[in-house]
Nanobody, 121 residues
Framework: QVQLVESGGGLVQAGGSLRLSCAAS????????MGWFRQAPGKEREFVAA????????RYASSVKGRFTISRDNAKNTVYLQMNSLKPEDTAVYYC??????????????WGQGTQVTVSS
């Protein structure tokens, strides 16, 4: 069974950092694009960042560009989201997703269960 499991969420003060991880199991995702999305209470799920299969192509939402960095380690079947200079508006459940092609749309084929990130002011 294909699984994506996020970890690394938590409570952090504004200006702090967190590193999210997403470990894939069940099959290799080395040929898939990987993405991070987030959903705050009462809001729609929104795109955060994505990376293609090789790691050479990345995309970011304008709201996180310059603060967040997506990366992947195909040997470990894991994708990461380094989040710096966190703001209270970054508070959300963060989801990892996998898809055959890189896209900013929430149409990814496989999804994790999410990890909560809370940024206090």
């Amino acid at each position: 069974q294909v699984q994506l499991v996020e970890s690394g969420g938590g409570l952090v003060q504004a200006g702090g950092s967190l590193r999210l991880s997403c470990a894939a199991s069940g099959r290799t995702f080395n040929s898939d694009a990987m993405g991070w999305f987030r959903q705050a209470p009462g809001k729609e799920r929104e795109f955060v960042a994505a990376i293609n299969w090789s790691g050479f192509s990345t995309r970011y939402a304008s709201s996180v560009k310059g603060r967040f960095t997506i990366s992947r380690d195909n040997a470990k079947n894991t994708v990461y989201l380094q989040m710096n200079s966190l703001k209270p508006e970054d508070t959300a459940v963060y989801y990892c997703a996998a898809n055959p092609v890189i896209t900013t749309a929430p149409s990814y084929r496989h999804w994790g269960q999410g990890t909560q990130v809370t940024v206090s002011s």
